[in-house]
């Protein structure tokens, strides 16, 4: 949805913002959240219960977009800006990097002045002072503690002055929730506590957050109790302006919605890693990896495959640039499975021994060295082909390859520390590449915000069972500005069960988003969980784990895929009992419309209890049939009506699909559109105010890599009616 321009309130000819506008070519959308942004803080009160909230997306340029905002606001009557960064030195330095570059013409005109507040001068004079100024401030006790000696003690003048506070990745300090294992409460964070005490002895102040992930900030309980006698107030937005998100932008749109289309390029982005292999990548174990020949084992396939595909991917975008008369960029991969430093040595080793290796039986003219460059080819040259650049030849990328890795091209670095951050930087504050092909190896540091360049893999590993949604979304470092032949040589390694719940965060952050954009945050979203009495509850959002969360909207289809069937002669009496039963409920059902019946949501659920019994997941796959079963009572019960505790079934029998679709992988679509007559279409025709049940009865052949038994597949089809909700199957 557009901003809708407020009633002029506010001067937009003045020198800061003109200045901007001319040097960074805004466009009009951008022009238009700036420019409300900015009115709004004019016109409303905002406050430690009210800020105002700039809502991007994963590096979608929100800094562009409040420096923006800064420099109208320096227009119209604002003296300080204080940016409140998250801690690390990396960050901060990238961000006053970024402002100095940003206001350089009115920074060398003697306008403005930026500080990093822990080398703020003692003795900064008063002409400085009159100046407009930046303090960039790291979310950390010391920087805060100096900011408000700043304030009210070195220069008490600054307090009175006219300021605004920005606070950049606002998720991660400014929600007072911290678990407490040992106490088992909820205390609110050291740093919110600082930011409220300056909140409430400034006098003249406004506040922006900016931030990706909304949802701890819109959804929270009224209160938020911190101990029995202290209560922390909500942070509920004044206004939220969305920053426009340009047309290079590439997000989880591309990584799990454009990657199910299989005649688009992002249908390859995705490459599944066996969990035994984030094992070998933890620590050095020579009975599973033999150190001289690591360009052969099994076990270490798509790490291999991984290094080999950047090195190839690079080549082909540096020789699709000389072709084209560009210039030939520098690429970037970042392996992120471990926090540990012992790990990330021993992912440095093995690296630099593969391309050790590498170059040795390039040297030699080793077969192994054309076969793993071929093999990769086929692998990038299927996406590239329908991307936009020139299709290089097998030969011409050979040639690139091995010109490459002899004249090493390809440098690693281990980033797990504030000292090896800054030693990496470069002068704009981003991870310097040195090389054409640059590989980091990190942990924690990686996720805080740093700016990658040109990153085309991403080896990913981090443990999704206690996944928060701002952690996952700010190590999804691919996500960016992004040309797309860059994507078509980009590919994303992880498990199946962590790309499963980044998916999910993306379906939660974009029904979130959209909600916004809807005027929905102002009801919320519901959030409910199932209580020890089997009964749907309302659930705090601040408590969830988003690896456990299922999103219900309109007309969602829910399915389980990624399975085999047990063996014929275990599960055929079961088969044949879900059968009998439902011939005896079309019969016997209180209403029919069309081919479709209406059952008791009792007997519904026992249906996919005896369904469940049939089938075998597969590794990193999961169906969870409470979870199922209380979604479908949630929704069968959702709506007051004539049909409330009622599934409505749409059996269909005699079919025949394949395990695994044409690419290779878990069939997900058993049921047909049809034109309107399909099951699918029939379904979401009843399902108006109560969910329909779609059962397909399959033949289960083995030739269809079934294991020759029939059984039944089920697609729970949420109703029209269905207000957008969040299920938590587990909480903190």
């Not at 790291?138 to 920087?143: L, P």
């Not at 150190?291 to 991984?306: F, G, V």
């Not at 210039?327 to 471990?338: C, L, N, P």
């Amino acid at each position: 949805m557009m901003s809708v321009s407020l009633d002029q309130s506010i001067r937009l000819d003045g020198q800061f913002y003109q200045t901007l506008k001319k040097e960074k070519e805004y466009k009009w959308e951008t022009t238009q959240c700036i420019e409300n942004t900015v009115k709004n803080l004019v016109k409303e009160r905002t406050s430690s219960n009210r800020p105002g909230m700039l809502l991007g997306k994963v590096q979608s340029g929100k800094t562009r977009t409040f420096l923006g905002i800064m420099g109208l606001a320096y227009d119209n009557g604002y003296d300080l800006v204080i940016i409140l960064t998250k801690g690390t030195n990396a960050l901060a330095r990238q961000t006053y990097v970024r402002v100095q570059q940003e206001f350089a013409s009115p920074i060398q005109d003697d306008q403005m002045r930026v500080f990093d507040i822990m080398s703020l001068p003692d003795n900064l004079r008063k002409w400085e002072r009159r100046q407009k100024l930046a303090l960039i401030v790291k979310k950390e006790t010391k920087n805060m503690d100096r900011l408000k000696q700043t304030l009210f003690e070195n220069y008490p003048d600054l307090s009175s002055k006219r300021i605004l506070f920005i606070d950049d990745e606002a998720d991660f300090a400014s929600v007072a929730y911290q678990k407490n294992t040992e106490a088992n409460i909820q205390e609110m964070r050291v740093i919110s506590g600082k930011i409220d005490e300056l909140r409430e002895v400034l006098t003249s102040t406004s506040y922006l957050q900016v931030t990706a992930t909304p949802y701890s900030l819109y959804l929270q309980p009224e209160e938020r109790r911190i101990h029995e006698n202290k209560v922390f107030q909500p942070v509920r937005p004044a206004f939220t302006e969305l920053v426009p998100v340009h047309d290079q932008y590439v997000g989880g749109e591309m990584y799990f919605e454009k990657s199910k289309d299989d005649d688009h390029l992002a249908s390859y982005l995705f490459h599944e890693v066996d969990d035994r292999e984030l094992e070998v990548m933890k620590k050095l174990d020579r009975r599973r990896i033999k150190l001289n020949e690591l360009l052969y084992q099994k076990n270490i396939n798509n790490i291999r495959e991984a290094f080999v595909n950047f090195i190839v991917g690079s080549s082909i975008r540096r020789w699709q640039q000389r072709k084209s008369g560009l210039r030939m960029e520098k690429y970037s991969f970042m392996i992120h499975t471990e926090r540990g430093k012992m790990a990330h040595a021993w992912q440095e080793e093995l690296l630099n021994r593969m391309d050790a290796q590498l170059k040795e039986s390039a040297q030699n003219d080793d077969p192994i060295f054309r076969d793993l460059i071929e093999a990769s080819y086929k692998d990038l040259i299927c996406s590239v082909s329908k991307g936009e650049g020139p299709n290089p030849s097998f030969q011409e990328i050979f040639y690139e390859v091995r010109k490459a890795v002899l004249e090493e091209h390809v440098v690693s670095s281990v980033v797990n520390s504030e000292k090896d951050v800054n030693e990496l930087l470069d002068h704009t504050g981003q991870l310097q590449l040195r090389a054409p092909m640059n590989v980091f190896i990190g942990g924690q540091i990686l996720d805080r915000g740093i700016t990658i360049g040109n990153l085309i893999g991403f080896f990913y590993g981090r443990n999704p069972k206690s996944f928060q949604q701002d952690t996952v979304l700010q190590h999804s470092r691919m996500y960016g500005a992004r040309p797309i032949e860059d994507v078509a040589v980009t590919r994303f390694y992880t498990t199946r069960s962590i790309y499963d719940v980044m998916e999910r965060i993306h379906e939660f952050d974009t029904e979130l988003r959209e909600s916004f954009e809807r005027g929905g945050h102002e009801q919320g979203v519901v959030f409910i969980q199932k209580d020890s009495m089997e009964e749907i509850i309302p659930c705090s959002p601040n408590k969830i784990l988003l690896s456990n969360i299922r999103m219900m909207k309109p007309h969602k289809r829910m399915l389980p895929i990624g399975f085999q069937t047990g063996y014929k002669t275990n599960i055929q009496k079961t088969v044949n009992h879900v059968t009998k039963q439902l011939e005896k409920w079309r019969v016997s059902a209180v209403k029919h419309k069309g081919e479709a019946f209406l059952i008791p949501v009792e007997a519904a659920s026992e249906i996919l209890d005896h369904i469940h019994q049939t089938i075998e997941m597969e590794h990193g796959y999961e169906w969870n049939l409470e979870d199922y079963q209380s979604m479908l009572h949630y929704l069968s019960n959702e709506h007051e009506s004539t049909e409330k505790g009622y599934v409505w079934i749409v059996m269909r029998q005699g079919r025949q699909i394949k395990r695994l679709d044409q690419n290779g992988r878990f069939e997900s679509s058993p049921d047909t559109p049809g034109n309107g007559q399909g099951e699918l279409a029939v379904a979401r025709n009843v399902a108006t105010h109560v969910p329909a049940l779609i059962l397909l009865h399959q033949q289960g052949k083995k030739e269809q890599g079934w294991r020759g038994a029939p059984f039944w597949w089920p697609v729970l089809v949420a109703p029209k009616e269905t207000k957008t909700a969040v299920y938590a199957s587990k909480t903190v």
